[in-house]
């Protein structure tokens, strides 16, 4: 039996090939985009996320595996900076929560630092392995006043065992401790040499606090402190042992602000 087709019947056309075309050509691109990112993009994330206190200079590869030199600053606007003696090297592997990282230091760290990265709405949370580093006093002249005219020297041993750190803008929260150590120290200021070593200690909880102690030395170091949102506010004080006032004047002038013989250290 034959059927006939209404006249009426709507044949539905087909979608222009150019559209099709375009489509594919957008999503390759935007692909291509991403897989090649470079790494100066995640240079600029760095610099942004500590106001411009940590600096990946002459990023290099891309954001996915790259290298770059490891520079403290006094923050934007300053000029004053201090990097690390070789290069960092990173890769990174996108996860399903975040992002996985692995950086090397072979300047600092026999193993490389491990940790993750798991963006959210108003922020971003951090899970860092053990860390176990070894980095140059020096390198701390990077921030300014008064570290770069103390112009220190020695040793920070930096460790700590698993962290898990909560930033959002305006709050920081740490799970677990943080220990450096910072080991014969030493100032052009003075003549005296080691002035000591002493032992910087951040606690976590909703309120992250900080212990300063001196572990031996003829410059004694006290002070705590404690996060507030996400600004640091410190107060310490700096003395000279006895018989040690005129050796180590210079550095009490410029550490703090003088109370007799007394140097008085305050931050935020």
Known sequence: MKRRIASNAVIAPQSAPWRAALVAA?????????????????????????????????????????SAQLFLTGGAGTQEAAGLPGRVEWSLLPAWRGAYVRASMPCCAAQALAFE???????????????????????????????????AQGQLLLSSDALQVDWTPGRLRLVG?????????????????????????????DVPTLQLQTIQGALQLTGSGQYVGSRLRFAGEASAAEGREAA????????GRRQGAKSLISLG
């Open 26 to 66: 957008w999503l390759g691109a935007a692909g291509a985009l991403v897989a090649f990112a470079p790494a100066a993009w995640l240079a600029h994330g760095v610099a942004a996320a500590t106001q411009g206190h940590v600096l990946l200079a002459e990023p290099q590869g891309s954001i996915w595996r790259g």
């Open 117 to 151: 990265i798991r963006p959210n709405w108003s922020g971003a949370l951090v899970l860092i392995d053990a860390v176990k580093l070894q980095l140059p006093a020096q390198w701390l002249s990077g921030l300014g006043a008064p570290w770069n005219t103390l112009d």
């Open 177 to 205: 401790t943080v220990v450096m150590d910072m080991l014969d120290m030493s100032s052009r200021l003075s003549t005296l040499a080691p002035l000591g070593d002493y032992r910087l200690s951040l606690q976590g909880g």
């Open 248 to 255: 180590l004047a210079n550095v009490l002038n410029i550490i």
